[in-house]
Nanobody, 124 residues
């Protein structure tokens, strides 16, 4: 069973950048696909990005495509989310999630393992 811990959130001005990290422990990390989700106050959790077990072909929500880049380092058991050109509407708690399955990764219910989240606040 894998445990996930996110870090790297904070307060940034619009147009700025942040890099989130998700550190995994307690499992064979390269056995899990990983996704990033976010949840703003009063809104449902929404898909941000996902990456396969091998790290190939990450895919993104349309709202972040071209601004966010997801990557993983299986040797270090970490996944990163580089967020550029941040907008106030990106403000949310960001969660990483993991699962053995590699389909339906844009759906939160497909993931069995979740981190505690890290707050990202983008000021205008």
């Amino acid at each position: 069973q894998v445990q996930l811990v996110e870090s790297g959130g904070g307060l940034v001005q619009a147009g700025g950048s942040l890099r989130l990290s998700c550190a995994a422990s307690g499992g064979t990390f390269n056995s899990y696909a990983v996704g990033w989700f976010r949840q703003a106050p009063g809104k449902e959790r929404e898909f941000v990005a996902a990456i396969s077990r091998s790290g190939g072909s990450p895919y993104y929500a349309d709202s972040v495509k071209g601004r966010f880049t997801m990557s993983r380092d299986n040797a270090k058991n970490t996944v990163s989310l580089q967020m550029n050109s941040l907008k106030p509407e990106d403000t949310a708690v960001y969660y990483c999630a993991a699962d053995f399955r590699e389909f339906g990764l844009e759906r939160a219910y497909m993931y069995n393992y979740w981190g505690q989240g890290t707050q990202v606040t983008v000021s205008s």
